[in-house]
Nanobody, 119 residues
Framework: QVQLVESGGGLVQAGGSLRLSCAASVSVLSFNAMGWHRQAPGKQRELVASIRPGANPNYSDSVKGRFSISRDNANNIVYLQMNSLKPEDTAVYYC?????????????WGQGTQVTVSS
C-alpha cells in the first residue's frame, strides 16, 4: 500500500526559504510522475512542480527560478526547495504521485502541510 507523508511546513518571513519533504512507502522510481500541488484559501488547487524519471522537472510560471523539486532515490523522498518566498506562496502544499498498476493509472496524495509566508 502506498503512503505519502509530508513534513517541513511552517511559518517563514518573506524572502526566506523552506524545504518540504515527501516520504514515500515505496520506491519513488516506481512512479511515472511525482509532484507538488498547493491550494490557497478561496482558490483552486494548482500544480507547482513535477518530476519524472529521466526527464527535467516542470514548474509553474509563478515559481520558476525560486522553487526546485528533487528526488532522493535511496531514501524514497521527494523534496520541494522554496526560496525567495512571497506572501502569495501561502497555501496548503500537497505531495502526489501517479503510476500504472495493472492497466489502471492510480494517483496518491499526502495529507498536506501548511506554508505561511509573512510580509
Amino acid at each position: 500500500q502506498v503512503q505519502l507523508v509530508e513534513s517541513g511546513g511552517g511559518l517563514v518571513q518573506a524572502g526566506g526559504s523552506l524545504r518540504l519533504s515527501c516520504a514515500a512507502s515505496v520506491s519513488v522510481l516506481s512512479f511515472n510522475a511525482m509532484g507538488w500541488h498547493r491550494q490557497a484559501p478561496g482558490k483552486q488547487r494548482e500544480l507547482v512542480a513535477s518530476i519524472r524519471p529521466g526527464a527535467n522537472p516542470n514548474y509553474s510560471d509563478s515559481v520558476k527560478g525560486r522553487f526546485s523539486i528533487s528526488r532522493d532515490n535511496a531514501n524514497n523522498i521527494v523534496y520541494l526547495q522554496m526560496n525567495s518566498l512571497k506572501p502569495e506562496d501561502t497555501a496548503v502544499y500537497y505531495c502526489n504521485a501517479g503510476r500504472w498498476e495493472k492497466l489502471q493509472f492510480r494517483e496518491y496524495w499526502g495529507q498536506g502541510t501548511q506554508v505561511t509566508v509573512s510580509s
